[in-house]
């Protein structure tokens, strides 16, 4: 992973319409639980409360953090939930969280509100 003083931005990446842009559902999510995925070396779980519902979520942090579940559990978080269901390690992940960082080499963190918002609250 790229140091942040070393960054240097991406070219912004071609136009896209509203329309597009209204496709991606990104709600806020709490993080109830994380574990491990034992078949992965890098992916954890996550159960997310997204209010009306829980998702599980698989998320490839477990060599990104020193301990991925006392830094993340109990947050609150940006997830992209209209994503298909994608089985990784045996496993079914039920959405992406929305990170920054990651498309650029860079130590990825949580996208997250700036305050406590409902779990479901939509982005956009």
């Not at 947050?75 to 209209?82: I, S, T």
């Not at 860079?106 to 305050?115: C, I, M, Q, T, Y």
Request: charged residues 30%; contains cysteine.
């Amino acid at each position: 992973m790229a140091e942040p003083k070393d960054f240097t931005p991406a070219a912004i990446k071609p136009a896209i319409s509203t329309e597009d842009l209204d496709k991606l559902d990104i709600r806020v999510g709490a993080i109830e639980l994380v574990e491990d995925v034992p078949a992965s070396e890098k992916l954890m779980r996550m159960r997310v409360d997204f209010g009306d519902h829980k998702r599980i979520i698989l998320v490839g942090m477990k060599k990104e953090r020193r301990n991925p579940k006392s830094e993340v559990e109990g947050r609150q978080a940006l997830f992209v939930v209209n994503l298909p269901p994608r089985k990784m390690a045996g496993e079914e992940s039920q959405g992406m969280l929305f990170d920054i960082g990651y498309a650029d080499g860079l130590l990825p963190a949580l996208a997250v509100p700036e305050r406590p918002m409902p779990n479901g609250c939509r982005a956009g």
